[in-house]
């Protein structure tokens, strides 16, 4: 009866966990798996079983869309996590001082996260419209020659995206900051002032290095954000004006279920899969080399 239990009580947290266990092996990794299957067949609107190799991939990189995609990626990426992480340090450093309400100024900075991204693109919309936000506001009071219509320039709307995306992740980026600086040994830093090392070098020398966990870490999580970003640019800009915010993700949205090319859609998740993983596996191979 003892032996009944014990191996009962060693069997229940698996058994509670298999349901979820089987949901992500199907609906997870299975429909990665036939995403990828897809990619070398001659979908369409439907799947199919046309195997053609290579042939998605070939004219994935022969369309000038795809192209422009992986142009404003990469400005939105590297705007959006330099914008992140500088202002998320900063903001650490300042909470870090001991400042009287920072109980309350934390949830203030840390609010735009709790928000979803169809919100935040949403809110952001109206607020850059020039017919109805900040332009009409301006105008409202009296300042007629103020003009700010960066989400309808063609060259600049894509800077709208990384202005919406750093006001909600900043505050994400702060916290991971502030909890690496609270962990970080006070008598290293008093010794280093004993020595006369003033607040700068103390950070630069001392504490901004000791951070590279927390800045490897903010790295790896806005770079997963910034290649899957889409609901963010469907609420402010839908792709637009024209294919001026066009990324990745909504490359693949639209040629898979608006343009009946469901091939080369495929063909762009798995190369979005890629980049993703090249990002994860150095930074996961680095924490498990670290613990082993």
Known sequence: MTDLRTRFQDWLPRLVLSPSLAAVLVFVY?????????????????????????????????????????????????????????????????????????????????????????????????FLDPGIGLEHTMHLWGWESFEFGWIKDRDMAIYTVVIAAVWQSSGFVMAMFLAGLRGIDNEILKAAQIDGASNWNLYRRIVIPLLRPAFLSAFVILSHLAVKSYDLVIALTGGGPGRATEL????????????????????SAVIMLMTIAAIMTPYLYAELKDKG
């Open 248 to 267: 990745p993700a909504t490359f693949m949205y639209s040629y898979t279920f608006t343009r009946n090319s469901m091939g080369i859609g495929a063909a």
């Open 30 to 126: 299975g429909f990665i798996a036939f995403t990828l299957y897809l990619s070398f067949t001659d979908s369409r609107m439907l799947p199919s079983y046309d195997w053609v190799g290579l042939e998605n991939y070939s004219k994935l990189w022969g369309l000038r869309h795809w192209h422009t995609a992986i142009a404003n990626l990469g400005i939105f990426a590297l705007l959006y996590i330099t914008i992140c992480t500088a202002i998320g340090l900063t903001l650490a450093i300042f909470l870090d001082q001991k400042i009287r309400g920072e109980g309350l100024l934390r949830p203030i900075y840390l609010y735009p996260m709790a928000l979803s991204f169809i919100v935040t693109g949403t809110a952001w919309k109206w």
